[in-house]
């Protein structure tokens, strides 16, 4: 069950209520790159985030759609 007003910042998708929401750190060690690196995917809009509380997190799905279309090259 989605809350109807959470929603992913860059790409509006709706969040379930019991969605993880992964911090930089954890993205990188499930792709095996650096911290900096998920920055760039965020700034490049390859990963969209959320910002509770002004901290940058990406949600599961957008973890899950990047690496089963496997673009992990910058």
């Known amino acids: 069950m989605s809350h109807p007003y959470v929603r992913c910042c860059t ?3 709706p969040l379930a209520d ?3 929401i992964l ?4 993205v990188a060690e499930l792709f095996g ?3 900096r690196t998920v920055s760039e995917w965020v700034r490049n809009g390859k ?4 910002n509770p509380g002004g901290a940058a997190r990406i949600p599961a799905h957008a ?3 990047l690496l089963t ?6």
């Open 23 to 26: 911090g930089p750190g954890r």
């Open 47 to 50: 990963l969209p985030t959320i």
């Open 69 to 74: 279309q496997g673009g992990t090259s910058s």
């Open 18 to 20: 019991d969605e993880p």
């Open 11 to 13: 790409c509006g998708v």
């Open 63 to 65: 973890v899950e759609q």
């Open 33 to 35: 790159v650096s911290r």
